[in-house]
């Protein structure tokens, strides 16, 4: 059975720092997509980051380049987020996802709340 589950969300002040983790088991892990989504109270689920499997291509929204860092380790079935720069915008739900051709599956979500 695929399972994700996230970890190391929490509560942070503005400026700081925290790292997400997102420990996958029941697949592959090296042949999925790995991304990070988040969704804000009152607003949609929007794609934070994600990484490829094999060529472990990344990519970013705007709103989080240059402050979070998607990375993987395939011989551990982790997927981490690293984010830096912490901004009140940033609370959310965060979630962890694995896809794979037309398949897809979630974790249960971990939250990050900046607040001072």
């Known amino acids: 059975q695929m399972q994700l589950v996230e970890s190391g969300g929490g509560l942070v002040q503005p400026g700081g720092s925290l790292r997400l983790s997102c420990a996958a088991s029941g697949f592959t892990f090296s042949d999925w997509t790995m991304s990070w989504y988040r969704q804000a109270p009152g607003k949609e689920r929007e794609l934070v980051a994600f990484i490829t499997s094999a060529t472990r291509l990344t990519k970013y929204a705007d709103s989080v380049k240059g402050r979070f860092t998607i990375s993987r380790d395939n011989t551990k079935n982790m997927v981490y987020l690293q984010m830096n720069s912490l901004k009140a915008e940033d609370t959310a739900v965060y979630y962890c996802?694995?896809?794979?051709?037309?398949?897809?599956?979630w974790g249960q979500g971990t939250q990050v709340t900046v607040s001072s």
């Open positions: 996802k694995g896809a794979k051709g037309g398949l897809a599956y």
